[in-house]
């Protein structure tokens, strides 16, 4: 059993890194992000607990995306799960999309954003490295947020981090 729970554990670990690397087997079709998040929304407000209440608004007129389903699920699962990690007293995690066209094209925007602690400045350029954690020893592998960016990155999509000490943090993700 426990070489069995070792070897899933390496096998995660892999496709953590392989994310990250950009090298990992991507399904895109076509999504709704709206259906998408509809969908994810039990799984995200049972991750969330109680203390902390979930808010999705959503731009009526969004347009679709292509990326992988499972993908991005784990992406939105990754933010959330450090979103309510960072609000240990309990708060507020919004997700928002828009449509918004920019110079390079017509994108799909998501935000990602609590009330916690934030990140400070000299930390805030690393959150994306493997194996970086601002959590403590067995709290974290340091693997979530670098597992998002590879996965955003290899969907053709960009993203992006903002955070303020004492005041919260918005990852902004454009696909």
């Known amino acids: 059993i426990q070489i069995n729970q070792n070897s899933n554990r390496a096998a995660t670990l892999v496709g953590q890194l392989l994310a990250f690397s950009r090298k990992q087997t991507l399904r895109p079709e076509i999504l709704d992000m709206r259906d998408t998040l509809s969908d994810l929304t039990h799984l995200l407000n049972r991750l969330v607990g109680g203390k902390v209440s979930l808010i999705l608004s959503h731009d009526p007129v969004l347009k679709s995306i292509r990326a992988d389903k499972r993908q991005?699920?784990?992406?939105?699962?990754?933010?959330?799960?450090?979103?309510?990690?960072?609000?240990?007293?309990?708060?507020?995690?919004?997700?928002?999309?828009?449509?918004?066209?920019?110079?390079?094209?017509?994108?799909?925007?998501?935000?990602?954003?609590?009330?916690?602690?934030?990140?400070?400045?000299?930390?805030?350029?690393?959150?994306?490295?493997?194996?970086?954690?601002?959590?403590?020893?067995?709290?974290?592998?340091?693997?979530?947020?670098?597992?998002?960016?590879?996965?955003?990155?290899?969907?053709?999509?960009?993203?992006?981090?903002?955070?303020?000490?004492?005041?919260?943090?918005?990852f902004t993700l454009l696909f």
Do not use: H
């Open 72 to 170: 991005l699920e784990q992406v939105l699962m990754n933010l959330v799960v450090n979103a309510r990690d960072a609000m240990k007293d309990g708060g507020e995690i919004r997700i928002e999309t828009e449509s918004r066209t920019v110079p390079a094209g017509e994108y799909v925007t998501l935000w990602v954003v609590d009330q916690g602690t934030g990140i400070s400045a000299d930390k805030l350029q690393k959150v994306f490295e493997p194996f970086f954690t601002t959590k403590r020893t067995g709290e974290g592998t340091g693997l979530g947020l670098s597992t998002a960016y590879g996965i955003v990155k290899q969907s053709g999509g960009f993203i992006f981090v903002d955070s303020k000490l004492d005041e919260g943090t918005c």
